[in-house]
């Protein structure tokens, strides 16, 4: 897993894609990241082939006016999805309503922001990175938990001797293919019944004991030799670790 998912981006320098026609505007946009002490590289373009050209780059994060007059935002947020499904996509315009705002979150946007508070686009760009890279973080972790699962069920069911899962009150979880073919049952089976029922019956109290001791941690592991009884009846002795 990467450790860098946890990286500030107070530590980085962030590439910000701008989509803006006009000059005043991105100086605005440009002074509202500096204000933020966000440490940035804000490379603005006008035109919607440049703007696919520089998705190329992949920038950590896209601003894009709401209200540009060459490009509608719906078709700004799809170029971004489609190259960078990952990346903020954070609006801006001068004047909105509710409405507006909710159907561009809702089609995929991280935000959309008055020009008269720009105050809220460095923030809005930091928690939406940082979300992403937990995101990202939280899948890394499910699959290395998939992969160790995959692992351990392989080398449950493949060893060369009997291993079997159990819980304290005797019943049984798993048992791996050696352990099944040396008692006679199919997993099934074993899983409807508990130890009791495959243990011999003079040896079913040294069980119980051991497993006193093991529960009040006076033991940490235990050995010992005792009859288990195959399923056509005929005892079977044992070494259980």
Same mark, same amino acid.
């Given at each position: ?9 107070? @530590? &980085? ?12 505007? $991105? ?6 990241? %500096? ?6 590289? !804000? ?6 082939? /440049?703007? &696919? $050209?520089? !998705?190329? +780059? ?5 601003? /894009?006016?709401? =209200? ?17 499904? *990952? ?9 909105? %309503? ?28 930091? +928690?939406?990175?940082? #979300?992403?890279?937990? &995101?990202?973080?939280?899948? *890394?972790? =499910?699959?290395?938990? /998939? ?17 079997? #899962? ?21 997993? /099934? ?12 019956? @003079?040896?079913?109290?040294? @069980? ?14 235990? =050995?010992?030799?005792? &009859?288990? !009884? ?10 259980? %670790?």
């Amino acid at each position: 897993m990467d450790s860098g998912a946890f990286n500030n981006t107070a @530590d &980085r320098i962030l590439k910000i894609l701008l989509l803006e026609e006009g000059a005043e505007g $991105a100086i605005q946009v440009e002074r509202a990241l %500096t204000n933020a002490s966000l440490r940035h590289l !804000l490379r603005c373009v006008k035109t919607e082939a /440049a703007f &696919r $050209a520089e !998705l190329a +780059t992949q920038p950590h994060a896209v601003i /894009a006016d709401y =209200q540009t007059t060459t490009v509608p935002w719906q078709r700004v947020l799809q170029a971004s999805r489609e190259r960078l499904p *990952d990346v903020p996509v954070v609006f801006i315009a001068g004047a909105f %309503t509710e409405r507006q705002v909710s159907e561009v979150v809702a089609a995929g946007a991280t935000d959309l922001i008055s020009r008269q508070h720009l105050v809220r686009l460095a923030p809005a760009i930091r +928690t939406a990175i940082r #979300m992403t890279e937990l &995101r990202r973080y939280a899948d *890394d972790v =499910q699959e290395q938990l /998939a992969k160790s699962e995959s692992e351990f069920r392989s080398a449950f069911q493949n060893a060369a001797i009997g291993v079997a #899962m159990t819980t304290l009150d005797g019943r049984w979880l798993t048992a791996n293919n050696t352990l099944c073919e040396f008692l006679g049952y199919t997993e /099934a089976e074993l899983v409807a019944t508990d130890c009791n029922g495959v243990t011999h019956p @003079d040896d079913i109290a040294g @069980d119980v004991e051991l497993l006193k001791h093991l529960v009040a941690g006076h033991l940490t592991s235990t =050995q010992r030799e005792k &009859r288990y !009884l195959h399923k056509a009846g005929h005892a079977l002795w044992a070494q259980v %670790t």
